[in-house]
């Protein structure tokens, strides 16, 4: 199956700084997803990015797909922001079929206030 | 309203048991989800039904049996519960994607399951 490997594992920050998580994927996908769980264990869907570039307000996303990396971007990080964000992908075949997605390990984040 | 709700949200037994999940979707989405996530927060996927159909089903021990009454709903029954069964099941779901959907998927709040 496809390997998904997030960098860094973990990362503390004091609030204000900006930050990026990366995604590396082991094969070509056509679906990608960021997700964040918040301290209370909520998964939260931030962004579908299976290439390009999306923003929503103080995060953002970009996905190269044919060197097979996403990056997630978060300035200035707010308390709030604290939790561990994953990265999700899968390959959906032409036939209507799917793996169903595959996460990686993610990246805890802790910002300090 | 809640999108995606699950019951119970916590569930302590004892080894031997049979226990199970029910979760709901409000969406209008036609496939569902189960996901395991262990004690590393590691979430792999163990079921997926597309309108009523299993889809997905990966290397799960036959003690655990999903049942999709409809394509709003998405039930896990668990006998013979173990110590490694402990965990939080996470029900999703999402619209398959098409080139008119994007296919996001969209969590449950989580049930803990702590075997004893």
């Known amino acids: 199956g496809i390997q998904v490997e997030q960098s860094p594992p973990d990362l503390i920050l004091q609030e204000g700084a900006n930050s990026t998580l990366r995604c590396n994927f082991s094969?070509?996908?056509?679906?990608l997803q960021w997700f964040h769980q918040n301290p209370w264990g909520q998964l939260i869907n931030l962004f579908y990015i299976p290439s390009g570039t999306k923003q929503n307000g103080r995060l953002s996303a970009t996905t190269v797909a044919t060197e097979r990396y996403s990056l997630l971007y978060i300035s200035s990080s707010q308390t709030t922001d604290s939790g561990v964000y994953f990265c999700?992908?899968?390959?959906?075949?032409?036939?209507?079929?799917?793996?169903?997605?595959?996460f990686g390990k993610g990246t805890h984040l802790i910002i300090q206030p | 309203d809640t999108a995606v709700s699950q019951t119970p949200k916590y569930l302590v037994t004892q080894m031997g048991n049979d226990k199970s999940i029910k979760c709901e979707q409000n969406l209008g989405h036609d496939t569902m989800y189960w996901y395991k996530q262990d004690s590393k927060k590691f979430l792999k996927i163990m079921f997926s039904?597309?309108?009523?159909?299993?889809?997905i089903n990966e290397t799960v021990p036959n003690r655990f049996s999903p049942k999709s009454p409809d394509k709003a709903h998405l039930n896990l029954h668990i006998n013979s519960l173990e110590l490694g069964d402990s965990a939080v099941y996470f029900c999703?779901?999402?619209?398959?994607?098409?080139?008119?959907?994007?296919?996001?998927?969209?969590f449950g709040e989580g049930s803990r399951l702590t075997v004893l």
């Open positions: 999700a992908v899968e390959r959906v075949y032409s036939g209507g079929g799917a793996d169903g997605l595959t």
């Open positions: 039904y597309n309108n009523k159909e299993l889809i």
């Open positions: 094969d070509s996908v056509n679906n």
């Open positions: 999703a779901s999402s619209q398959p994607r098409t080139s008119s959907n994007t296919g996001e998927l969209f």
